[in-house]
């Protein structure tokens, strides 16, 4: 390897590991039918939302090395889709042959905004009462996963699923990437509370992927109707 290559990787790990974590998410999905397919495709476009919400976590959780040297880059989205592509396949995985999307003329777009308005507003309550913005993006995650399931309680099984399968496959990834590039660790405030190490990860990454596995799932499937065969009140239409 030449030495400007070197320095390039180890200078940004942040856009290697997104770029590595969208590789496996490839291959996880091409398995899968093209409806499903494009579902997965779709819950990681809905959260590039996200993306520009990495600034409240920059400095006080972590200030990785971003392409251009800006507090907000490419990798920001990518990692925005990646995370919520794959909680979603990974939550669905088992229920592949009973997934289904309801028939309906309300665009699902219209249910995305109107349950991503109060999530975020919600959570910027909270970062302006002063609360720790890593903190607050696990509340507003438990918070709004929770009030969604309510309203659809047949996603219950996608919500556990979410949460039994996500967190450690997820975990596992961050790991293996510490062995890659173990620098790559450095990248978290390891002074701060959700940057102290547990096992070799960061806090922060341990109880966000345990709020956001079993979130994320119910999200997708309010926003676009998706249910389980036999789930009742639906009117159900195959892939």
Known sequence: MT?????LWKTYPYLWT???????????????????RRLVALSGLMNLLAAP?????????????????FPLGPEDFLISFFVAALAWLLAA???????HRAQGRESPWRRYALVSSPTVGFYLL?????LDPMTALIITLLVAGGALLFLRPCLWSLSLSGFLIFPPLYLLLVKLCYWVWPESVCQWNLQSFWGQLIGGLPLGEIVWALAYGPSWPVYVGYVFQVSLLGCPHMVLQGD
């Open 3 to 7: 030495e400007s290559a070197t320095f």
């Open 18 to 36: 997104t770029l590595l974590y969208l590789g496996v998410l490839l291959l996880g999905v091409w398995p899968l039918p093209r409806g499903q």
């Open 53 to 69: 919400f990495c600034l409240f976590l920059q400095g006080s959780y972590w200030f990785p090395k971003r392409v251009g040297g």
């Open 93 to 99: 995985w088992p229920f592949r042959h009973r997934l």
């Open 126 to 130: 909270l970062v302006w009462v002063g």
